[in-house]
């Protein structure tokens, strides 16, 4: 991801200036040119390399995710999250963090996974008015790649609160069918059986390029929208783009 990042800023040099990535002490790329780039390089000097730039990219692991949002809030440096498999408590701490810099965090930075999500909302308020609820069965599935470490993934579970909060319906983590074959990018489905039809939404990422592109939307429009310290995500993203329109 981090390297997909790099490639896509790359391609929109008047927007985005890359100034270093970040790799753990040992890391055979140390002191290497970023891919993609001809003067930022890999460090391992995070506190050093927050003081040359204005906003912070993190794709890792939930504990390096934490550390980096300490150095962050530390240097003053707003971030963008994309790290999923976060804890409930990790997450409480990287919440108390947003009271210091704005933070924004999203299991799930495609723009599909945005309108699936407006979709669950629409179709299942529609299931609600013609009084077809009861009468409803929903499953949640996914399927990621055999190196995916969380299961199920935390977009899964974004989807899942997503149709608790519009309807009641409740489907716990362990409800929820998740697969790990081959190298499958993501696919994620929310199928809905009614007594006489089913209805199916689904979102498949292609290329995991789609999540760079999606971290540097969120980017491009971030110092516009957040100059206030809080926890932001996908929801007040579009929110804000909807209330400020880009002139």
Do not use: C
Not at 4 to 24: D, K
Not at 44 to 64: Q, V
Not at 220 to 241: E, I, K, S
């Amino acid at each position: 991801m981090g390297s997909l990042i790099v490639e896509e800023a790359a391609r929109e040099p008047a927007r985005f200036q890359v100034v270093g990535g970040v790799e753990s002490e040992g890391h055979p790329q140390l002191g290497r040119p970023l891919s993609g780039s001809n003067s930022a390089k890999v460090t391992s000097d995070l506190g050093g390399l927050l003081r040359g730039a204005d906003l912070l990219i993190e794709f890792t692991t939930p504990a390096a995710t934490l550390e980096h949002a300490r150095a962050a809030a530390k240097g003053g440096v707003p971030m963008i999250i994309g790290t999923t498999g976060l804890s409930e408590e990790r997450l409480e701490e990287l919440r108390s963090l947003a009271r210091q810099i704005p933070i924004f965090w999203s299991p799930n930075m495609s723009v599909g996974i945005v309108i699936v999500r407006r979709m669950i909302q629409a179709l299942s308020q529609l299931l609600l008015q013609f009084g077809l609820a009861e009468k409803t069965q929903v499953k949640i599935a996914e399927v990621h790649h055999t190196r995916k470490v969380d299961k199920p993934s935390g977009t899964a579970k974004a989807l899942a609160r997503e149709l608790f909060e519009a309807t009641g319906w409740l489907i716990r983590d362990e409800e929820i069918e998740a697969r790990r074959e081959g190298d499958v990018v993501g696919i994620h489905s929310v199928s809905f059986r009614l007594p006489s039809e089913n209805l199916t939404l689904q979102h498949e990422a292609t290329d995991r390029r789609v999540f760079a592109q999606g971290a540097l939307l969120v980017a491009g429009h971030f110092h516009r929208l957040w100059t206030q310290p809080g926890w932001y995500g996908m929801d007040h993203f579009v929110a804000a783009l909807q209330e400020s329109p880009r002139k």
